[in-house]
């Protein structure tokens, strides 16, 4: 079925510096999400992305749909200890209302 | 803006044992639905989706179903527990071509 690449799989950073976290999909998409989660907890939405092209913030978080339409990466500017955790990207191929999700990114925030 | 319910949080069941995991959403009509099942606070696999009322997509064959008895309730079962299905179990709805939220997670122990 398909499938999202996720890279990296983890980064350790100091506090301060930005992060950067990208995903492919071998299809084309039109919804590309980004989650963080916590420790047993459910993944918080972050950003939704809709059309190629486009780029989105939140705070200090900017994702980008790719105008491929098969990529998308989030960046995470001025890094602080609360942004661990592991950031997903989702995203729903045309025509499907499936949301497949990469393997995730596990940020480890150094103070 | 919508809200997932599912329950219970926590549960812990002997291997051979029946389950039910129920989720709900306020705030939407006519959500897509979906369960996924985590294990090792990585990736989340989905298990089933639904886009209307009876209408489930199973997407890994395995020892669960899936029911969508009423617009916004989706249930998560199994007629006999084996201990590969332990995990940490989400719910996520959304409405078509919009963001998807999810539970907080039901983590299931089967002993």
């Known amino acids: 079925g398909q499938q999202l690449n996720q890279s990296p799989q983890s980064m350790f950073i100091q506090e301060g510096e930005d992060v950067s976290m990208n995903c492919t999909s071998s299809s084309i998409f039109n919804t590309w999400l980004w989650y963080k989660q916590d420790p047993g907890e459910g993944p918080v939405l972050l950003i939704a992305?809709?059309?190629?092209?486009e780029l989105t913030s939140n705070g200090r978080l900017t994702a980008q749909f790719g105008i491929t339409r098969k990529d998308s990466f989030l960046n995470i500017s001025a890094s602080i200890p609360s942004d661990v955790g592991i950031y997903f990207c989702?995203?729903?191929?045309?025509?499907?209302?499936?949301?497949?999700f990469g393997k995730g990114t596990k940020l480890t925030v150094n103070p | 803006s919508q809200t997932i319910h599912q329950w219970p949080a926590t549960l812990v069941q002997p291997v051979g044992s029946p389950l039910s995991l129920e989720c709900t959403v306020e705030?939407?009509?006519?959500?897509?639905l979906y369960w996924y099942r985590q294990a090792a606070g990585r990736g989340l696999q989905l298990l089933f989706y639904s886009v209307g009322i009876g209408q489930i997509s199973s997407e890994v064959p395995q020892n669960l179903s899936a029911s969508r008895p009423q617009d916004r309730q989706f249930i998560l079962s199994s007629k006999k527990l084996l201990l590969s299905d332990s995990g940490f179990y989400l719910c996520a709805g959304g409405t078509a071509g919009n963001t998807i939220y999810f539970g907080e997670g039901s983590w299931l122990t089967v002993v």
């Open positions: 992305l809709y059309k190629a092209g």
């Open positions: 989702a995203g729903k191929g045309v025509g499907s209302e499936k949301l497949v």
């Open positions: 705030g939407t009509s006519n959500p897509n």
